[in-house]
Structure formats: structure tokens, C-alpha cells
């Protein structure tokens, strides 16, 4: 079900820098985005023709079906949690994945059964896939993975302060004020997955260009412990998305994911397009697949601005946000 597509690109001048330096410098990012189911997609995409997967799926059974989207519209809950004012800023409303069921539970695993399996086919050998989850429900993502023959690599650990967790019991705040519910979130893990090599890494780092995660410098690896804040200001104002990601965020995970910068990473649930904008910030081709017309109609707009963008402060290797004041702390290229 292809309901619509769009060409794009972006250029990178050298009055907007972008977060990494692409190998051909200033130019033209291309970029393609369809409105289409992202399982009748992969059904009919040609097998070994995606290079890496970056994704933040939408655990798509619960939180963004019409009732839910509607009740958290409405500011009512229902899976939606709508978190009390703080210090009179009004918090945004957050998945509380403490109220599904044992049904909603299968229905997830199954979920991402159906996604593993085809990706197996579709992308090349020792293809990554980044893929965002929750700790509370991590082990209904990663379990289907391995069994579809994925290798676990590792957790991305996004560090990131918001205001979700260390809630006092819901109208008892008052009875229970030195009882918190569950701890304050400070993370957020990604899981890190590849399809077997053919042969050993370098074999297939020289036939598919893939098999590693491109290091921060020819001294630095790559690390999995990121510090990441909220996306604000300007990116939640041109992509409103309910779960967008930074850009600061983003690009370091696209750019670990081609080791030479070769080849096609794929976001099937691309949403606003944040992902698909971190790879044309960083030169890189990048298809985005979303089903949800209003966010697809939001990726077309979105993704131009979001490829520009520029943060006055990022996160450098691994470590806190920082003002960018020296142009030398840039990644290699």
C-alpha cells in the first residue's frame, strides 16, 4: 500500500554546518519518503538493498491507534499518561507501557516479528538496525530479533533528563509524598542488532561496505553512551511529532551506521522525518517509509528545515552537551 511519494534534497552550504561534515562537502543530500505500510514495503523491496536501519518504531498497537491519539488529543489518558503541571509549564503527555495487557503484550511481540523477518531479507550482510525502545518493554523488540537470526550487538544508551517517572501515586500525592512509583527516567535504550557477515568483518567490510559502526576519529571508537536532551524550540516547532528525536542525537547514529558513508539507511517508521533529515545533514541516502498521512504531510515540510538545523550546543563524543565553540571538535570525516 504506496500511497504516495516524494523525492527531496537538501543542501549543505557553508553558512549552515551541519553536525558532520559529509565526505563531498557542500552539496546536494538526496532523499526519498513514501506514504506507505512499512510490512507491504519491505514485502516488495529487492532483498540486499538497504545498508542499516535507524528507527523509532511506534509500538503501533497501542499508543497511536485513532482512540488513543484521540484521548490523548482531548488531554483524558487512557495509555497516554497526562503528567501534572510543573513549576506552571504544562509537561507533554508520555506512553505509560505499566497499563498494557497480556494481549497488548503478544500483540507487540508479534509486531516486531513481522518487522525482523522481512529485514532479514532486505538488507545486505552485516547490516546494523538502531532501533528505539523503552526499558519497561525492551525484551518484546529484542527477542524477535535474535530469532530471526539477528545478532545482538550491544544497547545504545541515550541519556536524556525529561520529566517521565518519579511520579508520586496518582491522586495520593498528598497520603504519599515521600513514595515514588517508579524511578525517574535518565535513559533511553536503542537496541543494536546486525545481520551475519559473510565471512569475517573485513571480508565483508570490502565486498557490502558493511559489518562495522564508523569510528568518531582514526584514536576514538564509537561509543554507546550518548548524552542527548529533549528536542526543543525550533525542532519541535517545525516537526511536532509526539516522539521526535534531537538532530544532535540522530546524526550520530547515522553516521556510525555506514562505516565508509556508502549505501541506503532505511526508517520505517520515519513519523516526522527525523531520521531522514539526520542523513541528509550528514550526506548520507536515506529512505523514509510513515502510513500516517498528517505525519507524512509533516516529514515533506519538516525534513528541509531539520537537515538545516543547527545547534548552538551538542553533544561531542559521547560526552555532555557543550557550547560549540571550537570548530576542531568536529568527528573526522
Known amino acids: 500500500m504506496r500511497l504516495a511519494r516524494h523525492i527531496g534534497n537538501t543542501q549543505a552550504t557553508l553558512e549552515t554546518p551541519t553536525l558532520f ?34 528507527t523509532d518504531p511506534p509500538y503501533g498497537l497501542v499508543e497511536y491507534t ?21 513549576d506552571g509549564c504544562k509537561r507533554m503527555p508520555l506512553p505509560r507501557f505499566t497499563v498494557l495487557t497480556d494481549k497488548n503484550r503478544q500483540d507487540l511481540r508479534e509486531f516486531f516479528e513481522r518487522l525482523a523477518e522481512p529485514l532479514m531479507r532486505v538488507l ?31 544497547e545504545i544508551i541515550r ?36 545481520k551475519p557477515c559473510e565471512g569475517r568483518v573485513q571480508d565483508n567490510l570490502r565486498k557490502w561496505r558493511t559489518g562495522g559502526l564508523r569510528r568518531l576519529s582514526k584514536q576514538e571508537p564509537f561509543k554507546d553512551l550518548i548524552y542527548s536532551s529533549p528536542a526543543r524550540g525550533l525542532e519541535r516547532k517545525v516537526a511536532p511529532h509526539p516522539s521526535l528525536k534531537p538532530q544532535a542525537f540522530l546524526r550520530q547514529l547515522v553516521r556510525a551506521a555506514l562505516p565508509f558513508g556508502q549505501g541506503v539507511i532505511l526508517d520505517p517508521f520515519m513519523g516526522s522525518g527525523s531520521t531522514v533529515a539526520a542523513a541528509s545533514a550528514c550526506g548520507l541516502q536515506s529512505i523514509g517509509l510513515e502510513v500516517n498521512e498528517k505525519y507524512f504531510e509533516m516529514a515533506k515540510k519538516a525534513i528541509p528545515a531539520l537537515a538545516r538545523y543547527q545547534r548552538q550546543d551538542v553533544v561531542i563524543r559521547g560526552q555532555k552537551p557543550t557550547p560549540r565553540t571550537d570548530p576542531a571538535q568536529r568527528f573526522d570525516t
Open 21 to 54: 561534515e559529509s565526505q563531498g562537502g557542500a552539496g546536494h543530500c538526496k532523499y526519498a519518503i513514501s506514504r506507505a505500510d512499512a510490512f507491504e514495503w519491505l514485502e516488495g523491496a529487492e532483498p540486499c538493498s538497504i545498508h542499516a536501519v535507524v
Open 66 to 86: 485513532a482512540r488513543e491519539l484521540e484521548k490523548r488529543q482531548n488531554g483524558s489518558g487512557g495509555v497516554w499518561r497526562i503528567p501534572p503541571a510543573f
Open 124 to 154: 545486505v550482510p552485516g547490516a546494523h538496525v538502531f532501533i528505539a525502545t523503552n526499558p519497561l518493554v525492551s525484551y518484546l523488540v529484542y527477542e524477535p530479533f535474535i530469532s530471526a537470526g539477528f545478532e545482538k550487538r550491544g
Open 159 to 194: 541519556v536524556v533528563y525529561t520529566l517521565r517517572g518519579g511520579d508520586r501515586p496518582k491522586n495520593a500525592h498528598e497520603e504519599f509524598a515521600d513514595v515514588t512509583v517508579m524511578p525517574k527516567s535518565c535513559w533511553e535504550p536503542w537496541g543494536l542488532f546486525r
